[in-house]
């Protein structure tokens, strides 16, 4: 099955840590995306990439890093400068063809502060 | 700036009740209209995207229209699986990333 794969599905973070989220794609897309969401809130895009080793912040970047070494992954590193972390995270990937522009999301995972 | 605003945010239905959700927008460079249908705690499913004022997209009980200005998503005769929230965002010619509204959380009640 085609998909986007987020691990894990529930992650907590002690004050100072650095946590890692795990995105990983097998649709063969180029371009992947980090979105935060806020309880009753839209998605707010935190870091993009369009191509492997390279990768823009997005609007709200400040706290995280992210790497693009392989085109099958993009994993996303909330840092202790994160001083709210905790909400949805969700990872996107999009591809070439007609579809070249439509977002595919995956389940997300879901950060809590101990 | 560019901005998206979705109304109304919470939606309560009758089973059968039909009715629309609005997605107004304020952007330079429209490239496309994206609706995407999101379970609680679960990542959003994409439902239609719209490119030109005057376009219609239909599935099941959805029906996406577009103006210059606002996108209707018109829900007939909806069901209680019809509830969750609906997210629209807008893709701009300057690039791929998607600009989201707040969401309209949709309840249908039996």
């Known amino acids: 099955d085609g998909g986007i794969t987020q691990s894990p599905k529930y992650l907590f973070r002690k004050e100072g840590q650095n946590v890692t989220l795990s995105c990983e794609q097998n649709?063969?897309?180029?371009?992947m995306y980090w979105y935060r969401q806020d309880p009753g809130q839209g998605l707010r895009l935190i870091y993009y990439?369009?191509?492997?080793?390279?990768?823009q912040k997005g609007d709200i970047a400040e706290g995280y890093s992210v790497s693009r070494e392989k085109k099958e992954s993009f994993p996303l590193t909330v840092t202790s400068a994160q001083k709210n972390p905790t909400a949805f995270y969700l990872c996107a990937s999009s591809g070439g063809g007609r579809a070249k522009n439509i977002q595919y999301f995956g389940a997300g995972t879901r950060l809590s502060v101990l | 700036e560019d901005q998206v605003t979705q109304s109304p945010e919470a939606l309560r239905l009758q089973e059968g009740e039909s009715s629309s959700l609005n997605c107004s927008y304020t952007v330079s460079g429209l490239r496309g209209l994206f609706w995407y249908r999101q379970d609680p705690g679960k990542g959003p499913e994409f439902l239609f995207t719209l490119y030109s004022a005057g376009e219609e997209k239909e599935k099941e009980r959805l029906k996406a229209t577009l103006t210059k200005k606002e996108s209707f998503l018109h829900i007939t005769a909806p069901k209680p699986e019809d509830s969750a929230t609906y997210l629209c965002a807008v893709q701009l010619n300057a690039g791929n990333m998607l600009t989201f509204g707040g969401g309209t959380r949709l309840m249908v009640k039996p």
């Open positions: 649709l063969n897309h180029d371009a």
């Open positions: 990439s369009q191509i492997v080793n390279d990768f």
